[in-house]
């Protein structure tokens, strides 16, 4: 008996009605996806010379890449290049984008973990840099439907993270323990113990202090505007813009100086020879250049050590911030606008509690039987009646 192509899409563009009948769903719904992206390029006023439903992995990792830089992929050296080029290009390079499923980017994510590459000398990777992986692919989706009109979907989004939440046991619980560490760092160097004051009482990323100066510094207006950053993966001085590469509006942000900040900027001028409005902040030893990443990393653990404290990488300082400004009654908008996001679910990522300030809480709602001599009697009287 003949097969029937009994499977019916249809859609409609610019008013015109494109209708087929398939044998099969998937290549029905291979079709319908076609002609919706074709539908939303036109829309868009996109030419259709090249048709991207076809587009590969490989050549959307192009296409962000040369976007986000602006040069060719000889020339990358951004912090998600590395990522595409050992882990993506090699296994999924030549598939098509729009034909990848959530279980497929899944299949792909646990083979790379157990399987990395030879050249990296691990025998499998941590779950962090598998979350790492999965931002960039969905990376290639976003800007996908935002930019370039070649995806319906982004399928990485039905992929859980493996690391959902960072636990209270991996930041710092009470002030006592940032107090300990911030003393560590006065020994270390007047400019590191500036850069740990202004990440322990504002929350700002170690990129974002670094990329300060003293001109940044409004002493009469009590706070220090953040305009640049020292990008750890291109070395330099990223200026920031009033908008980003998808074309979002980034806020404006600022420290507050506070009595702590105001007496580490003092120490900290006091003792650099760089006296200079140009000058940065936290800089280096030999010259007034931002102090490099892994130095920042190399006296932080060493702050860590001699405060005999739990160990927690730079960027937890943000959350340890943003954990003791909660637990000391601080308004959750405010937090949000400080640590500059855009969504109240990052920021509750970064808001902690500890155990002990959970108990202290149970005390706010205290509710019990009425208990006494009164009440016994006129239980006991209602029993015989």
């Not at 900027?265 to 250049?289: G, I, K």
């Not at 400080?338 to 205290?366: C, M, W």
Request: glycine share 4%.
């Amino acid at each position: 008996m003949a097969k029937t192509r009994n499977i019916r899409k249809s859609i409609r563009i610019n008013g015109e009605l494109h209708q087929e009948r398939f044998f099969t769903k998937k290549a029905a719904d291979v079709w319908y996806a076609d002609m919706q992206l074709k539908k939303e390029r036109i829309e868009a006023g996109i030419p259709q010379a090249i048709d991207l439903s076809k587009i590969t992995v490989e050549e959307q990792i192009r296409n962000v890449m040369a976007r986000k830089l602006g040069r060719d992929a000889k020339g990358y050296t951004d912090v998600l290049w590395p990522r595409y080029r050992d882990y993506m290009i090699p296994i999924v390079g030549k598939k098509r984008l729009n034909f990848m499923t959530a279980e497929d980017w899944t299949t792909f994510l646990d083979h790379v973990q157990s399987n990395p590459p030879t050249d990296r000398k691990l025998k499998n990777l941590s779950d962090t840099t598998r979350d790492h992986i999965r931002a960039a692919i969905s990376i290639l989706y976003e800007d996908g439907i935002k930019i370039d009109k070649c995806c319906l979907f982004n399928p990485v989004k039905a992929i859980q993270r493996k690391n959902t939440e960072i636990e209270i046991g991996y930041v710092w619980e009470t002030k006592e323990e940032g107090e300990k560490y911030l003393s560590a760092a006065r020994k270390i160097s007047p400019q590191f113990h500036l850069w740990a004051t202004i990440a322990a009482n504002w929350g700002n990323r170690e990129s974002e202090i670094l990329g300060l100066q003293w001109a940044d510094v409004k002493r009469d207006k009590r706070y220090i505007s953040v305009t640049k950053q020292f990008s750890k993966a291109e070395n330099r001085i990223v200026h920031r813009l009033k908008e980003d590469r998808r074309g979002k509006k980034k806020k404006i942000k600022f420290v507050a100086i506070n009595e702590p900040i105001e007496n580490a900027l003092d120490y900290a001028w006091a003792n650099t020879p760089y006296q200079s409005s140009e000058s940065f902040l936290v800089h280096r030893a030999e010259s007034d250049r931002p102090m490099a990443h892994s130095k920042l990393f190399e006296k932080h653990r060493k702050a860590c050590e001699m405060a005999e404290v739990k160990y927690m990488s730079p960027h937890k300082l943000r959350h340890y911030f943003a954990s003791i400004f909660a637990m000391s009654g601080g308004d959750f908008g405010a937090l949000q606008k400080i640590l500059g996001h855009s969504s109240e679910k990052v920021t509750e990522k970064y808001r902690h509690f500890s155990p002990d300030y959970l108990k202290e809480q149970a005390n706010v709602v205290s509710i019990s039987a009425e208990t006494g001599p009164d009440n016994v009697r006129q239980l006991s009287k209602k029993r015989k009646r």
